[in-house]
């Protein structure tokens, strides 16, 4: 199981920080990718990052100078930061994971039940 | 950057119905595509991955076809349950990336 955690509101040019604790597994799994994606209020999906435990991370383009997803061992948990928030990244958050058995199994199978994050002074 | 687009935005299907969602990418993303069901205030749930692979515990009744640009879910007899926005996404090797389609909503007529 996946559950994410953090602020439900964040000023504007201020930094927004989710972290995602992984239940029933470990996070040091080679057999995972660990992920986020969003969904701002009535609209679509959009993939934010994913990573692996060996260091591989990968960003979606239109977010790549603003994000930062990294992984904690220590805790089981992943974790993403997002700097220069603007209304634009208002949006619920998901943490997400999918196996690592080739480019077929690359879809997100296991996923957070999401939090809510609003950008407002 | 690969686009996924769904057609229609919008299905109006009754219960029991055989219905066909469609997705087109902007470049061949051979068979590395997904389909998620997305019931109102809840996550996604994973139904398909490459192209036509149901994922644990999906019913028979979703099925999803193609490779390259174009691809299809078919839901052969819908179920009160299924009545959702259904997304695509696509993985893309190099740069490695993922991205969804807009979505297609299916709703009761």
């Known amino acids: 199981q996946l559950q994410e955690s953090g602020p439900g509101l964040v000023k504007p040019s201020e930094t927004l920080s989710l972290t995602c604790t992984v239940a029933g597994g470990s996070i040091s799994s080679s057999t995972y990718f660990w992920g986020w994606i969003r969904q701002p209020p009535g609209k679509g999906l959009e993939w934010i990052g994913s990573m692996h435990y060996s260091g591989s991370t990968y960003y979606s383009p239109s977010l790549k100078s603003r994000v930062t997803i990294s992984i904690d061992t220590s805790n089981n948990q992943f974790s993403l930061k997002l700097t220069s928030v603007t209304a634009a990244d208002t949006a619920v958050y998901y943490c997400a994971s999918f196996p690592n058995a080739g480019y077929n199994s690359y879809a997100f199978d296991l996923w957070g039940q999401g939090t809510m994050v609003a950008v407002s002074s | 950057e690969i686009v996924m687009t769904q057609s229609p935005a919008t299905l109006s299907v009754s219960p029991g119905e055989r219905t066909t969602l469609s997705c087109r990418a902007s470049?061949?993303?051979?068979?590395?595509v997904a389909w998620y069901q997305q019931r109102p205030g809840q996550a996604p749930r994973l139904l398909i991955s490459?192209?036509?692979t149901r994922a644990t515990g999906i019913p028979a009744r979703f099925i999803g076809s193609g490779s390259g640009t174009d691809f299809t879910l078919t839901i052969s007899s819908l179920q009160s349950e299924d009545f959702a926005v259904y997304y695509c996404q696509q993985y893309n090797d190099w740069p490695p990336t993922w991205t969804f389609g807009q979505g297609t909503k299916v709703e009761i007529k």
């Open positions: 470049q061949s993303v051979s068979t590395y």
């Open positions: 490459g192209a036509s």
